[in-house]
């Protein structure tokens, strides 16, 4: 052999060491990060969280929707209503449950495994491509899948971790080189974040506008306003041949938005139903809350000092923001990094303009850690990766550098380690996560296997508005009324609550059938915590606290409805989502249903509705009935 051909063949041996040391970084990183979410899913027998308007078992709802036959792009609590939870994570749950007959939880549980494996795949490449540092990308990967999120068993979560960084990555795949593929890519990897997440998709779409202005617009040399104004003439060839592969993305990206965005868009044009989302928010039109979040969010980033780990990460992400200024921006790959960290921060605190000059907002919180997150994951490594830049140029010289590239990072890999496992040791005290410890509630748990074994998934049912939650959530059939914070935006829901307020308490056979008609109600159901689900009241008669009763925005209007019925109700004003209380949302006037109209305790509606009511299951502990489901008959009898 040549010496030409020997030193080929070390250099091939040399780049596939280098292939199987990438590889096996990765893969020491997986197997941890998947094994301390074993750690976490080992001791569940439920989910942890609230059983009763908690965000996992909403998720489940949907899971379960799907599992038992419903479309992903329906509603899984309301008929007729668009999906309020997005449908890409759903929709892989609900079919793995269907098609390998397990639990929704089981497929739930399994599907956090499959989003870690992803997850670090993809932001390991990312970074891999961005930095050309295998530790520098499992710093990254170690970075973004906090254990912290474990299980990851929300489709936010799955958007954050797993979706955002793909669409990083496929966005800088493309500005390396706009070949058909990577634009066709780009334009998948756009679309399921517009089936993944409301706030996540506007926030992308923004960001890529800015993508278009910022490579193609402000230093394409090509295009640059200056040089046209010099040349006095459009290259319009060049032109072409830059904007044509964005014309790609949209042509990919379009039909798998608009399965869940039509309606919005074209129907609803963009108007949701009354205070929607600003009854859910924090209210942006405050200076104090909007001084607050910048000031919060900052110090999260570059000054948390409450421990040893928070330290660390503040001052690799205070490097990483003198890095944006100092590091120049010759390298395509460094500039990218720049523009993710830099546009990220713009979006997130958007609304110090659009607040204040145009009255609305994006919804900050959700962006911040749906954007900024995985934006700040780029932020830290850039800090490290200029740290080491330093120390290499400073610090140590000659035969000390061949030993640098690997202590520096690898004490960085080691200080993540720690966190996570540090992490999970204070997350095993979570309250909501050691509720997770304990078995469902039999009665419920009993009624949605009637149900299940009996009903369609689309039967309709009535019930209080807790009540009813945790029975969809566990059977995916649905409902007249839900908690608002988890039900279509664009749906009237104040109507849904008068109605549903009428048949349970009013007077008259005529608009009870009517309503029920109107719904297609086939089930009525009760269990012990109907009452206490939406109102403490004591022995005196006297309210003592609310949680979640049928409740609408006050007008004369609504008021003259439930008196013409005999409904009886009281005006407040004050918050309408029962999870989100405090000085930083919006109160409002408020128009509550009474516990005044209960019957019973265990017959809380009106006696004229006995009549179109058939006892087809119950359940009882200790020798009382705790649980019963009733049948909505006669309802077509004159």
């Avoid at 970084?25 to 908690?54: A, D, E």
Wanted: charged share 15%; net charge neutral; hydrophobic share 50%.
């Amino acid at each position: 052999m040549t010496t030409e051909g020997i030193m080929a063949f070390e250099d091939f041996i040399n780049e596939e060491k280098n292939h199987l040391l990438k590889y096996a970084i990765l893969f020491v990183v997986i197997l941890f990060l998947l094994f301390l979410n074993y750690l976490f899913i080992k001791p569940l027998n439920s989910l942890p969280g609230p059983l009763y308007g908690g965000d996992f078992y909403f998720q489940l709802s949907q899971t379960n929707h799907v599992k038992y036959g419903g479309s992903p792009l329906d509603s899984s609590n309301i008929v007729g209503a668009l999906p309020s939870y997005f449908v890409v994570y759903s929709a892989f749950t609900g079919w793995t449950a269907r098609i390998f007959s397990i639990s929704a939880i089981q497929a739930e549980f399994g599907f956090s495994y499959i989003i870690i494996i992803l997850s670090a795949a993809v932001i390991f490449f990312l970074s891999l491509r961005l930095f050309k540092n295998p530790l520098i990308s499992a710093i990254a990967t170690l970075s973004l899948i906090a254990t912290a999120a474990f299980p990851i068993i929300k489709y936010t979560a799955m958007v954050e971790l797993l979706l955002i960084p793909l669409l990083f990555l496929c966005i800088y795949n493309f500005l390396i080189k706009k070949s058909l593929i990577n634009s066709i890519i780009l334009g998948a990897a756009y679309g399921l974040v517009g089936l993944g997440h409301a706030v996540a998709f506007i926030a992308s779409s923004v960001l890529m506008v800015f993508v278009f202005i910022y490579f193609e617009i402000i230093i394409n040399p090509d295009l640059k306003i200056k040089r046209i104004k010099e040349a006095k003439k459009i290259d319009f060839k060049k032109l072409f041949s830059a904007i044509w592969p964005y014309f790609i993305v949209l042509i990919i990206a379009l039909p798998i938005v608009l399965l869940w965005w039509f309606k919005p868009i074209f129907i609803y044009h963009a108007q949701t139903s009354l205070h929607q989302i600003d009854a859910g928010t924090s209210d942006w039109s405050r200076g104090g809350i909007q001084f607050s979040f910048l000031f919060n969010t900052l110090k999260a980033a570059f000054l948390d000092f409450t421990s040893f780990y928070t330290i660390i990460f503040s001052l690799l992400n205070i490097a990483g923001l003198l890095a944006l200024f100092f590091l120049k921006t010759r390298d395509s790959r460094l500039r990218f990094v720049k523009f993710i960290i830099a546009s990220a921060f713009i979006l997130t605190f958007h609304y110090l303009i659009t607040q204040n000059l145009l009255g609305f907002n994006l919804v900050p919180e959700y962006i911040s850690y749906l954007i900024l997150e995985p934006a700040k994951v780029l932020l830290l490594c850039l800090g490290a990766y200029f740290i080491h830049r330093l120390l290499k140029k400073f610090a140590l010289k000659g035969e000390h550098n061949a030993y640098l590239n690997y202590g520096f990072y690898a004490i960085i890999i080691i200080l993540l380690l720690a966190w996570q496992v540090n992490a999970y040791n204070h997350r095993a005290d979570n309250r909501w996560y050691g509720a997770g410890f304990n078995d469902l509630p039999p009665n419920t748990q009993e009624a949605s296997n009637y149900l299940v074994a009996n009903t369609d998934v689309y039967d309709t049912i009535l019930t209080s508005k807790e009540v009813g939650f945790a029975l969809n959530s566990l059977s995916g059939r649905k409902l007249v009324i839900s908690r608002r914070a988890h039900t279509d935006p664009f749906i009237d829901m104040d109507s849904r609550e008068i109605d549903a307020a009428i048949v349970l308490y009013g007077d008259g056979s005529a608009p009870r059938k009517e309503i029920i008609q109107k719904y297609n109600i086939k089930y009525l159901y009760w269990d012990n915590y109907w009452i206490p689900s939406e109102f403490q009241v004591n022995e005196q008669g006297q309210i003592t606290g609310w949680y979640d009763p049928l409740v609408m925005f006050d007008s004369p209007e609504k008021q003259e409805t439930l008196k013409a019925y005999n409904v009886s109700f009281f005006t407040e004003n004050t918050w309408i989502d029962p999870a989100v209380k405090g000085e930083h949302v919006k109160k409002f006037d408020l128009l509550f249903i009474s516990p005044q109209n209960y019957n019973s305790f265990t017959h809380p509606w009106n006696a004229e509705l006995d009549g179109y009511l058939q006892e087809v299951w119950n359940y009882s502990q200790s020798g009382a009935v705790v649980s019963r489901l009733y049948k909505i008959v006669n309802i077509t009898d004159n």
